[in-house]
């Protein structure tokens, strides 16, 4: 079942000489991991304005084509309807964070939708645990780290558990490992509530291994979309300036000098290892 | 050249992010400092141009010690990037932005307009010439707050995670011009978590943990060295990682390079055929 339908989008910033969507059609089936990546300024983050609306209702400017999203056209909804279904967390987390301290940051979808006391401090301790900053809770979300903010912007879009979440760069602050753990969260929420997960980012070599639909954009159009080992075998990404995984580009180049290893094209440190253990293990 | 000798910094709150630190930047290095979020890297790098001076400790720079001069004259020889390119956009378009620090140096202004032009170019920045940076994407943002560095040739670098929002190709152009940058006898810092990134480079790699120096050494050793990583919450490169997995097959374990990589396999496959 679609979760979303774009169909012929091209959409325009106010002020702007050029589409920054450029007739962009996309299929999201409920709980897809979709990664969408592709060169910076190609779109991705115009994209993710759309899911919950931003795009056109905040950003105002010009848009043509259909956005549904959970089965609700978007241009008769407003973004606070949308806020139930879709959770977007921001490239930049100072452009989220508002309140106080980090749990009203977290609580303050909840209380919007009403929700009780009781539960609403159930699932803000539940979501700041799983961001891992349930110390900082009474912190203010401008004093600690970009990092820590990320999480914050993170912990605040789980609490609403939505059914799309939306994530546009959400750990470019974060060191490595806290970035790993963020994405296990994420990718354990995907697959055992069955939340559909939008994901954009550069970094292949550390998100490509959760996608089961991988989706590459340049110049506001998706240029390849598919099953992202396929695509990976594609040496026209690469000429987009897509950063293929070193497992995988070890991989072609043992192929590419005749050692093939497996006809399955590894998409993960993990993958290539256990192949080459099998072939050369004596 | 960059001298800390037992350099300690706390915060107005009290919290002590630097706990004796002691490092000479020579001319021409190119280090990479990681570590954790939180570790102190940041205030580690703000001390270079007097941002920040040390609450006991000294911190000389060319010799002159930065609690004895000001910013502004530190400034002329260090160019810094900073984390959030927000933090340090102002103008109204990219082209006043590069130009901002030039003009302030009181070059000519054909040498302002010849070295906007290429630092345009060199970030393909050029169809923005006119546009608000605000209008930008975060990784062209990042860009601009680069090139405005990058435009007036600075002896010494200093760039706050540069690859965040950068694809693949901008990541490459950027280590070959740090490649550049080396072969001038220029001096590069960098902060960074991406550890690919690194793993190109191959920097002199300095790892921060709680406001202290915990390695300081070659890429190479640093980044295959699953402990020290783990302890500072940094994931092996993926080729480490692979030659990790690896080790039941008595390959050596020290390898971040995709090439030697292939080698060391290629060469054990025909051994083993």
């Known amino acids: 079942m679609s979760i ?88 930049n987390p100072e452009n989220q ?10 609580a303050f979808g909840l209380e919007n939708l009403g929700m009780s ?30 990092g820590q903010q990320q999480r914050v912007a993170i912990a605040s879009v789980l609490a609403m ?19 790993e753990r963020i994405f296990e969260v994420i990718y354990k929420l995907n697959q055992e509530q069955g939340i559909t ?25 998706i240029c390849f979309e598919g099953n992202p080992r396929d695509l990976l075998c594609n040496e026209e990404i690469s000429r987009i300036g897509v950063g293929i995984p070193k497992a995988t580009l070890l991989y072609k180049k043992l192929k590419a000098a005749g050692f093939d290893i497996n006809k399955q094209i590894p998409l993960s440190s993990d993958e290539i290892a256990d192949q080459l253990l099998k072939v050369l293990r004596p | ?62 010799g002159v010690e930065t609690t004895k001069t ?13 984390q959030n390119p927000d933090n340090q956009l102002f103008s109204e378009t990219v082209e006043d932005e590069i130009a901002f620090a030039l003009k302030n140096f009181g070059f000519d202004k054909e040498t302002i307009e010849k070295r906007v032009t290429w630092a345009l170019d060199f970030l393909s920045l050029t169809q923005y010439r ?51 940058l080396q072969a001038k006898k220029k001096t590069v810092v960098m902060v960074t978590h991406d550890v690919e990134f690194v793993s190109e480079c191959n920097p002199r790699v300095i790892l921060i943990r709680d406001g202290k120096i915990v390695a300081d050494g070659i890429a190479k050793d640093i980044l295959t060295n699953s402990k020290l990583l783990k302890e500072s919450s940094i994931v092996l490169p993926q080729i480490a990682q692979i030659f990790t997995k690896l080790s039941p097959l008595g390959l050596p374990a020290d390898i971040i390079d995709l090439d030697e990589a292939e080698t060391v396999i290629l060469s054990k496959a025909k051994k083993e055929a």
């Open chain 1, 4 to 91: 979303i339908e774009i169909s012929d989008l091209v959409y325009t910033y106010p002020g702007a000489s050029k589409p920054s969507i450029d007739g962009l059609s996309l299929n999201i089936e409920k709980g897809d991991f979709v990664l969408i990546t592709g060169p910076s300024g190609c779109g991705k983050t115009s994209l993710c304005r759309t899911f919950n609306g931003l795009i056109p209702h905040f950003y105002s400017g010009e848009l043509k084509g259909q956005i549904i999203v959970a089965g609700q056209n978007i241009s008769g909804k407003k973004t606070f309807d949308l806020a139930k279904h879709v959770g977007l967390v921001f490239q």
């Open chain 1, 97 to 106: 964070l508002f309140a106080l301290s980090v749990e009203k940051d977290v």
């Open chain 1, 117 to 146: 006391r009781d539960e609403m401090r159930k699932r803000v301790d539940w979501a700041l645990n799983l961001a891992g900053i349930y110390d900082l809770r009474e912190r203010s979300p401008h004093e600690v780290s970009g």
């Open chain 1, 161 to 179: 558990q939505p059914e799309i979440i939306v994530l546009d760069e959400p750990t470019s602050f974060l060191d490595p490992l806290s970035a």
């Open chain 1, 197 to 221: 997960v939008v994901l954009v980012e550069h970094r292949l070599d550390l998100t490509v291994k959760y996608a089961n639909h991988l989706v590459v954009m340049d110049k506001g159009k």
């Open chain 2, 1 to 62: 050249m960059i001298t800390l000798k037992d350099v300690h910094f706390s915060y107005a709150n009290n919290i002590e992010a630097l706990k004796g630190i002691s490092l000479t930047i020579n001319d021409g290095d190119f280090i990479a400092i990681m570590g954790q979020n939180g570790a102190g890297k940041t205030t580690f790098i703000k001390h270079f141009n007097g941002l920040l001076k040390p609450s006991s400790g000294t911190v000389h720079v060319n």
């Open chain 2, 70 to 82: 000001s910013v502004a004259m530190l400034a002329r020889n260090i160019g810094f990037v900073f």
């Open chain 2, 130 to 180: 006119k546009t608000s940076p605000f209008l930008l994407s975060g990784g062209e943002r990042k860009r601009v707050a680069l090139a405005s560095v990058l435009a007036w040739d600075p002896e010494t670098l200093v760039l706050d995670e540069p690859t965040i929002g950068q694809d693949h190709e901008q990541k490459e152009k950027l280590r070959q011009f740090i490649m550049q």
